[in-house]
């Protein structure tokens, strides 16, 4: 009561508190993050290892079981799982809910990095990532058109550390190509009758290829830093490296008893756009950055480097997730203003007066605005969750300023100034609003507390919801009474002469009519209320079978069209380079043979193949992505030996 009668008393006050909390709401909305799904901690580590030329038995005994026995005793462990592969394992520790995921990784570094001299010297570094959405790759980019050492070093050099200095860009990672390497095949023969071991070989190479500090040399009033270059820049440097001395006072060097020879490091994995042969670079977000944003500077650096490639050279984005999420976020903010618009022709239907619609849609934007400030300062993200939310609010938000509104329209009829009116009309009908808004309060709030994963996902969904419904109780009680108290005048509706007029005139028959069927129909099911009682409890019983026996199927999330589809491509263990080669090539080949799609981006290593999809704009194909993938999975079956799948 005094909040609406503080509003029509100093209207200037609070109409400027108001302008103040909307014009912070209008910068917030401008400082938002931008992403697909809100934040999600999934309680889930990987470690993945290489082991080159590793068998599975040999990679689960001297890299998978290490690692298993290392991570089993931390806390908060419900179960590890892992897989060994030729030249690959793969541990994956589940935690239970509420465990503090950062603090595990940690954890979980440092007991690997502690039995790291324990695994082979020839496998990798372990890798420890997380299950975070946001943190997967956002970009997939080509480089084709030369020769693929020349497309490596142009990638490597140029194209790597630009795109990693890119503010919100994590990492870069360049897959294929050609990579130099310095080789040196030893002669057993001559390493016998020198009687040189191959680790004093080694030893030598490794204490000859240093380059270090040596100290400080004082030249008058300067003091010079020394240092000791010794790293090779040359095979010839490297062919005269000696390794001892013989008996008779001789060197005996590297080119005595090896081959140097400058070649490239063995092809693990092929890349392929389209068929030609390519260098692959893969662009990962930070997980608290701007997706849309850094995705547009990738496309702005991507478009400068175009510039000076070599001519021939061809630089293309395979995939990028942004378009989808991009599309998804300006889809929703459509249904937004369509919302918008529906409601006011709905509630000019109604009310018959523009000047009764316009305060109330007064009531969507300030809410709107306001809510943008409240996300901001609770670190929510612009993403499909809370645009979702706001777009479900656009009727809720409304509700309480509808019911003020008529009632204040009704003290008018009775011949109440505008200011009592306004007063009047909303103390009468207070607590009712209130109650309104506590009971969608009471249905929304507890989504954002559920635990799990999807408590996460609808955290900040119900929150979205729960801010802009007591906004818009606020709102009721300030802005509405205020504007009506300033503009609304008791008419007449039997003295209008305009279209309006007649219409409401109408409509309002029309609508006494259907009342009268409703007072009729009302006593009729009242003396058929068992009939009704029954009838009502066999449909909602026949409701629920249609779930219980499969007639509606259930699903974690629905499946999207975002006009990219992964195909993997599986071979027995064991299977060599060339024939999982020959298998992905063939394949290539037929989904040439799909009108959908436009680009094909292939990497062939590991077990199989990845074939990255992309299909022409929705708009331009008959089929949706599902049905292309289900043809795609047919193809697969003619591959012998190969397990495709496409998703």
């Not at 270059?229 to 001892?244: H, M, N, P």
């Not at 009704?410 to 209130?434: F, K, Q, T």
């Not at 629905?558 to 071979?571: A, F, K, L, Q, S």
Request: with cysteine; hydrophobic share 45%; net charge neutral.
């Amino acid at each position: 009561m005094s909040l609406t009668r503080l509003a029509i008393q100093r209207p200037l006050t609070v109409l400027m508190v108001i302008l103040g909390i909307v014009l912070m709401g209008g910068v917030s909305y401008t400082h938002l993050r931008i992403d697909r799904l809100p934040p999600i901690t999934i309680p889930f580590l990987g470690v993945n290892v290489t082991y080159p030329q590793a068998s599975a038995q040999d990679v689960e005994q001297l890299v998978t079981q290490p690692i298993e026995n290392a991570v089993s005793g931390m806390a908060g462990v419900d179960s590890i799982s892992s897989t060994s592969s030729e030249g690959r394992a793969s541990v994956t520790i589940q935690f239970s809910n509420g465990t503090n995921i950062d603090a595990a990784a940690l954890d979980v570094g440092r007991r690997v990095a502690a039995i790291r001299r324990v695994l082979p010297a020839d496998a990798s570094d372990p890798t420890i990532f997380k299950a975070d959405p946001n943190s997967t790759p956002i970009m997939n980019v080509a480089l084709s058109g030369a020769p693929l050492d020349q497309l490596y070093d142009l990638a490597n050099t140029q194209l790597q550390p630009q795109l990693q200095s890119i503010s919100g860009v994590a990492s870069v990672t360049i897959q294929g190509g050609l990579q130099r390497e310095i080789q040196v095949t030893l002669d057993y023969a001559k390493l016998a009758a020198f009687n040189i071991t191959v680790a004093q070989l080694n030893n030598a190479l490794t204490a000859a290829n240093v380059t270090a500090p040596v100290g400080a040399l004082d030249l008058g009033t300067r003091s010079v830093n020394l240092r000791s270059v010794g790293a090779f820049e040359q095979v010839d440097s490297l062919k005269r490296l000696v390794i001892t001395q013989t008996t008779t006072g001789g060197p005996v060097m590297l080119q005595d008893v090896a081959t140097i020879s400058d070649g490239y490091k063995q092809v693990t994995q092929y890349q392929r756009m389209n068929g030609k042969e390519a260098v692959g670079l893969t662009i990962v977000k930070q997980s608290d950055a701007n997706e849309l944003k850094v995705a547009t500077d990738v496309r702005a650096a991507l478009d400068k480097m175009k510039a000076i490639l070599p001519d021939g050279t061809q630089l293309q984005i395979t995939n990028d997730n942004s378009v989808f999420t991009r599309s998804s976020l300006e889809a929703i903010q459509h249904d937004l203003i369509i919302a918008v618009i529906l409601v006011g022709a709905v509630m000019l239907l109604f009310l018959h007066q523009w000047k009764n619609t316009a305060i109330v849609l007064f009531a969507i934007p300030t809410v709107l605005i306001s809510t943008f400030l409240f996300m901001y300062m609770l670190g929510f993200t612009l993403n499909i969750m809370t645009l979702m939310a706001l777009a479900l609010m656009i009727g809720i938000l409304v509700d309480d300023s509808i019911v003020v509104l008529e009632n204040i329209h009704r003290h008018l009829e009775m011949g109440e100034s505008p200011r009592d009116a306004a007063l009047n009309g909303r103390n009468e009908i207070g607590m009712a609003a209130v109650a309104i808004t506590l009971a969608d309060v009471i249905v929304y709030a507890p989504i954002a507390f559920v635990s799990g994963t999807v408590g996460q996902l609808f955290q900040q969904y119900g929150l979205t919801v729960v801010i802009a419904t007591l906004l818009s109780l606020i709102v009721s009680f300030t802005l509405t009474p205020m504007v009506s108290s300033r503009w609304l005048r008791h008419t007449d509706p039997e003295a209008g002469r305009g279209p309006m007029a007649r219409f409401g005139r109408w409509w309002d028959g029309w609508f006494a009519r259907l009342g009268s069927l409703v007072g009729w129909l009302i006593p009729v099911t009242v003396r058929l209320r068992w009939p009704i009682a029954i009838a009502s409890i066999a449909v909602f019983l026949a409701c629920g079978a249609l779930i219980r026996f499969g007639f509606i199927g259930t699903e974690y999330a629905p499946t999207e069209d975002d006009g990219n589809i992964r195909v993997n491509m599986n071979m027995p263990s064991g299977t060599s380079l060339a024939t999982r080669d020959d298998g992905a090539r063939q394949l290539e080949a037929s989904l040439g043979t799909i009108p959908e799609i436009r680009n094909v981006f292939t990497n062939v290593g590991g077990g199989g193949a990845n074939i990255s999809v992309e299909l022409v704009p929705k708009n331009e194909r008959e089929r949706s992505a599902q049905d292309v993938a289900q043809s795609i999975r047919d193809l697969g079956r003619n591959i012998p030996g190969a397990t495709v799948s496409a998703n």
